[in-house]
């Protein structure tokens, strides 16, 4: 079982940054794979960045947060983070941390993760 508990969303004016947390508790092999999503307002969830620091290391951007939008994670504390920039209104939504083991590969953007956050508001104003 993997707990995961996000922080740092707020609200931020257009161009702003700010720091999403994703703290991991329980087993670490469940949270080899970790990733960002996001849901809007009527909108679907929809896969914004992951990571396998562990096994095969790779990470994975949707293309409307590439070049602005940077994941990474802190295995020692079992952290991840998204650092945004250039933040957009349509980048206004609740952002979810997920985590997996990914045994049996990776995941990439699919949202077939096992365990979920509760999710941190993200508001961006025009």
């Known amino acids: 079982q993997v707990h995961l508990v996000e922080s740092g969303g707020g609200s931020v004016q257009a161009g702003g940054s700010l720091r999403l947390s994703c703290a991991a508790f329980?087993?670490?092999?469940?949270?080899?794979?970790m990733g960002w999503f996001r849901q809007a307002p009527g909108k679907g969830r929809e896969g914004v960045a992951s990571i396998d620091s562990d096994g095969y290391s790779y990470t994975s951007y949707a293309d409307f947060v590439k070049g602005r939008f940077t994941i990474s994670k802190d295995n020692a504390k079992n952290t991840l983070y998204l650092k945004m920039n250039s933040l957009k209104p349509e980048d206004t939504a609740m952002y979810y941390c997920?985590?997996?083991?990914?045994?049996?590969?990776?995941?990439?953007?699919?949202?077939?993760?096992?365990?979920w956050g509760q999710g941190t508001q993200v508001t961006v104003s025009s």
């Open positions: 997920a985590a997996d083991s990914c045994w049996a590969g990776p995941i990439y953007l699919r949202p077939e993760f096992s365990y």
């Open positions: 329980g087993d670490v092999y469940g949270s080899r794979c």
